[in-house]
């Protein structure tokens, strides 16, 4: 039997009936112990009805105190297992009681057992024992109904020995779960839970406490994320009913106006900026208007372009654009039906073309489409234009003819015409265009005239320029371009080019446009272009028939030894640093010439009388070359007999004036200032029939003007001061209605003020009379300048139209000189 002393277990979780028993460190023992071990098991039986399930004195169960409840645990103290089964004396169960008795020291000095402990299925029936007896404990109403009763009291007889070591010899090793009794004295086990009842219920509250506090936190957590949850529900459901009654009040019950559709069109399609369509008074905000609610054919609104109507819609709108954009309503001299209820096609003007080419084919002034009804031809010269070109004028790409010349459009030309890919003949010149010229030619390449004369462009020529390579006429003159001409050199087929009156630098050598072998007109005169020699192969070219290199810094000698030339007609080298003498077989070689001006230049020597050759002259201007020898006005001009235009100034002309040139009936205009002419003027001069202007000023000349000039009624300019005039002039102003300036000395002569507003006075220092009417004179020469130059217009066909067919079966005629 078990020993008298009491032991406490945790039995459901020490041993559980179905699982296997864990896992102990092996102990080894002796036959005998073994042997009784196994035949112990009726009598552990029998004593099983003395265990109880009862709480101790506190309340606490047993299994509190073993798992570390409390200050009694002396699990540290005695552990369950040894990993040395004889680390510890042990002694085999035995029936015996005296196998329990014995000092410590003969339980020290045993030999250590030879068997092992039992098997797991032995541990395993024992373990089922004991939960059956403890099970009928519950139900035999023996132990307290306390739910936390869970201590396992064994009640051993009374001749048990209470030892220690008896127990210790079933295994329990210091007591299952750590209990300890001690050796033969140890305390019961209802004592210990007498005296640890407090502590282990101040366990328990703090567990309680603990528990709920934990508890608690989580509650409020719970309760926090709840909150937050249903907040967000709430915020998202909002958001959700807001967006929906956005949506069903936005798109489906408010449909987009037509002039909405137009503007979204123009915005995306166009790529018109959105504040142009809706600021009014904005030419695009006008004709969106007009387009959306004006328009009588009331197009439909495309919503891609990518149709024949949504094209006709663009070019209707374009066209509409322009007029607004150009102050159509106010300014244009001839509407040309523009905004008329009809196609586009029809706004043009039936009863007046376009004049000033010299073809018999005649152009409608307005709008021109093909057989596709797409706009080909755009004609508004002359027509009151002021505005800027909108950037819209590119979504015309059928466009073959653009002209407004002669208006008033500003700003800068669009990037945008670009888009224009076959446009061929483009004339915006005399207008008020300003900024650079586009880099566009890459795309309008195909183009035959390029007329952007007489504005403010300026920089300098753009890189695409050398794609023009089909380009007949190109006319830059008169702004404020800059650089070099090299990418002219790539236009070989350029026949007309105007670049005078603008800064254009470079070297003329005589590579200088030598590729350019189909010239026929060239300007560039008024720029900064410079040469140690003058080239020769521009006076030689086959087909030139105008060169104008006035106003630069040539220099060096006219070229001799010229092949007759009988091409050339007009030859401007005026205002250079030419030098040297006039030879036979340079200037007289150019047979063909009727417009020679070599004046303000240091030509030395005398102009050789082989200039007779030039039969055709009819401009002549050699003056203001102070390095000529002196001498009399050459007689050799007498043979000129088509001199319309004689400039014999500041040549130290001597002796009298020549009664001779009463043979050149045509002469317009006779300057025979700054000499040291002397004597009378012959009445012959005076009485030229197409005499227009005669400057006599600065010499020293005398006599009086006679009455009754023959072509008085011509006679628009007449200087006679710094002379020895004398006389009426009341008489001049009578006989010349269309006088504009008649400058005479204030001495020697009577004139009323109507007739002379001012004289210049010779008594005066001669720092005054020096500056007598020498500014008024060149201002009002340079003024008409064009009124003598009458031979030197520029060639009409040259924007022809008719340039842009290139049918090689009617090539276009040069114009004859038209007459004055």
């Given at each position: 039997m078990l020993g008298s002393d009491r032991f406490a277990f945790e039995t459901p979780n020490v041993i559980d009936a179905g699982d296997d028993a864990p896992a102990a460190p092996p102990r080894r023992a002796s036959a005998v112990e073994y042997e009784q071990a196994r035949s112990s098991s009726d009598r552990l039986l029998s004593d099983i009805q003395d265990l109880q399930l009862q709480p101790d004195a506190n309340g606490n169960d047993e299994q509190e105190r073993f798992l570390g409840g409390g200050p009694q645990n002396n699990y540290?103290?005695?552990?369950?297992?040894?990993?040395?089964?004889?680390?510890?004396?042990?002694?085999?169960?035995?029936?015996?009681?005296?196998?329990?008795?014995?000092?410590?020291?003969?339980?020290?000095?045993?030999?250590?057992?030879?068997?092992?402990?039992?098997?797991?299925?032995?541990?395993?029936?024992?373990?089922?024992?004991?939960?059956?007896?403890?099970?009928?404990?519950?139900?035999?109403?023996?132990?307290?109904?306390?739910?936390?009763?869970?201590?396992?009291?064994?009640?051993?007889?009374?001749?048990?020995?209470?030892?220690?070591?008896?127990?210790?010899?079933?295994?329990?090793?210091?007591?299952?779960?750590?209990?300890?009794?001690?050796?033969?004295?140890?305390?019961?086990?209802?004592?210990?839970?007498?005296?640890?009842?407090?502590?282990?219920?101040?366990?328990?509250?703090?567990?309680?406490?603990?528990?709920?506090?934990?508890?608690?936190?989580?509650?409020?957590?719970?309760?926090?994320?709840?909150?937050?949850?249903?907040?967000?529900?709430?915020?998202?459901t909002k958001q959700k009913r807001g967006d929906e009654e956005s949506a069903s009040t936005v798109i489906p019950e408010t449909p987009l106006t037509r002039l909405e559709k137009v503007y979204a069109f123009i915005h995306q399609t166009l790529l018109t900026d959105t504040s142009e369509l809706v600021t009014p008074g904005r030419p695009q905000y006008m004709a969106s208007n007009w387009i959306a609610n004006m328009d009588i054919l009331s197009l439909d609104v495309p919503t891609a372009l990518n149709t024949t109507a949504a094209q006709a819609f663009v070019q209707r709108y374009v066209l509409a654009l322009l007029y607004y954009a150009t102050n159509g309503p106010d300014g244009w001299r001839n509407k040309a039906s523009f905004l008329s209820e009809q196609s586009e096609c029809g706004?043009?003007?039936?009863?007046?073309?376009?004049?000033?080419?010299?073809?018999?084919?005649?152009?409608?002034?307005?709008?021109?489409?093909?057989?596709?009804?797409?706009?080909?031809?755009?004609?508004?010269?002359?027509?009151?234009?002021?505005?800027?070109?909108?950037?819209?004028?590119?979504?015309?790409?059928?466009?073959?003819?653009l002209s407004m010349p002669h208006n008033q459009l500003t700003d800068e030309i669009p990037a945008d015409m670009a888009n224009l890919v076959g446009l061929q003949y483009l004339d915006l010149k005399f207008n008020f265009l300003k900024g650079r010229i586009p880099n566009m030619f890459e795309t309008v390449n195909d183009l035959r005239v390029l007329g952007l004369s007489n504005?403010?462009?300026?920089?300098?020529?753009?890189?695409?320029?050398?794609?023009?390579?089909?380009?007949k006429t190109l006319a830059i003159d008169d702004n404020l371009l800059e650089g070099d001409l090299s990418v002219v050199q790539a236009m070989?087929?350029?026949?007309?080019?105007?670049?005078?009156?603008?800064?254009?630098?470079?070297?003329?050598?005589?590579?200088?446009?030598?590729?350019?072998?189909?010239?026929?007109?060239?300007?560039?005169?008024?720029?900064?272009?410079?040469?140690?020699?003058?080239?020769?192969?521009?006076?030689?070219?086959?087909?030139?028939?105008?060169?104008?290199?006035?106003?630069?810094?040539?220099?060096?000698?006219?070229?001799?030894?010229?092949?007759?030339?009988?091409?050339?007609?007009?030859?401007?080298?005026?205002?250079?640093?030419?030098?040297?003498?006039?030879?036979?077989?340079?200037?007289?070689?150019?047979?063909?010439?009727?417009?020679?001006?070599?004046?303000?230049n240091l030509l030395e020597g005398h102009f050789p009388g082989e200039m007779t050759q030039i039969q055709n002259l009819t401009f002549l201007f050699m003056g203001n070359n102070p390095m000529l020898t002196p001498g009399p006005i050459p007689s050799w001009l007498y043979e000129l007999k088509h001199l319309r235009e004689l400039s014999l100034t500041n040549m130290k002309r001597t002796n009298d004036v020549p009664f001779w040139f009463d043979d050149l009936e045509d002469m317009l205009f006779l300057d025979l200032s700054h000499n040291e002419l002397s004597g009378h003027v012959p009445r012959q001069v005076w009485d030229l029939p197409k005499l227009a202007y005669i400057l006599l000023h600065n010499n020293t000349l005398s006599g009086q003007v006679p009455v009754g000039i023959v072509g008085g009624n011509k006679l628009q300019m007449v200087t006679l001061f710094d002379n020895g005039f004398s006389g009426d002039l009341d008489h001049v102003c009578a006989e010349a209605p269309v006088l504009e300036l008649l400058a005479a000395d204030c001495q020697g002569m009577t004139c009323s003020e109507e007739c002379c507003p001012s004289c210049c006075d010779r008594g005066a220092s001669a720092g005054v009379n020096a500056f007598c009417f020498n500014e008024a004179v060149p201002t009002y020469l340079t003024f008409f300048e064009g009124l003598w130059e009458l031979n030197y217009t520029r060639a009409q066909h040259?924007?022809?139209?008719?340039?842009?067919?290139?049918?090689?079966?009617?090539?276009?005629?040069?114009?004859?000189?038209?007459?004055?």
């Open positions: 540290d103290h005695h552990p369950p297992y040894s990993s040395n089964p004889f680390s510890r004396s042990r002694r085999p169960y035995s029936d015996d009681p005296s196998a329990s008795s014995g000092s410590s020291d003969n339980t020290s000095q045993q030999t250590p057992p030879e068997h092992s402990l039992p098997s797991v299925e032995e541990a395993r029936t024992y373990a089922a024992s004991i939960l059956h007896a403890t099970e009928q404990t519950r139900s035999g109403g023996n132990s307290s109904s306390d739910p936390f009763a869970r201590t396992v009291q064994l009640a051993a007889p009374s001749s048990v020995p209470t030892s220690s070591s008896s127990l210790k010899s079933l295994g329990f090793r210091g007591g299952i779960g750590g209990a300890s009794w001690g050796g033969a004295g140890g305390d019961h086990p209802k004592t210990r839970s007498t005296t640890t009842a407090s502590s282990s219920s101040k366990h328990l509250v703090r567990r309680e406490v603990l528990s709920f506090a934990s508890k608690a936190i989580v509650a409020v957590l719970l309760a926090i994320l709840f909150i937050v949850l249903v907040i967000m529900c709430v915020q998202l706004w043009f003007d039936r009863d007046k073309n376009v004049v000033g080419f010299n073809r018999s084919q005649t152009y409608a002034l307005g709008v021109t489409c093909n057989s596709d009804l797409e706009v080909v031809n755009l004609l508004l010269p002359s027509n009151g234009l002021k505005g800027s070109i909108p950037q819209e004028i590119g979504f015309l790409t059928s466009l073959t003819l504005n403010y462009l300026e920089d300098q020529l753009p890189p695409s320029f050398d794609q023009l390579t089909a380009l070989t087929q350029l026949e007309f080019f105007y670049a005078d009156r603008n800064e254009f630098s470079g070297e003329v050598d005589n590579s200088f446009l030598a590729d350019l072998t189909q010239l026929r007109e060239l300007d560039l005169s008024g720029n900064q272009l410079t040469s140690t020699s003058f080239s020769k192969h521009l006076l030689q070219h086959p087909t030139l028939r105008i060169l104008d290199f006035s106003g630069n810094s040539i220099q060096g000698q006219i070229p001799a030894q010229l092949d007759e030339n009988n091409v050339l007609e007009f030859l401007s080298l005026r205002n250079n640093k030419l030098s040297g003498s006039v030879d036979p077989t340079s200037l007289p070689m150019l047979y063909r010439l009727d417009h020679l001006d070599v004046s303000g040259s924007f022809d139209p008719a340039l842009v067919t290139d049918d090689p079966e009617n090539p276009v005629q040069p114009t004859e000189p038209s007459s004055p």
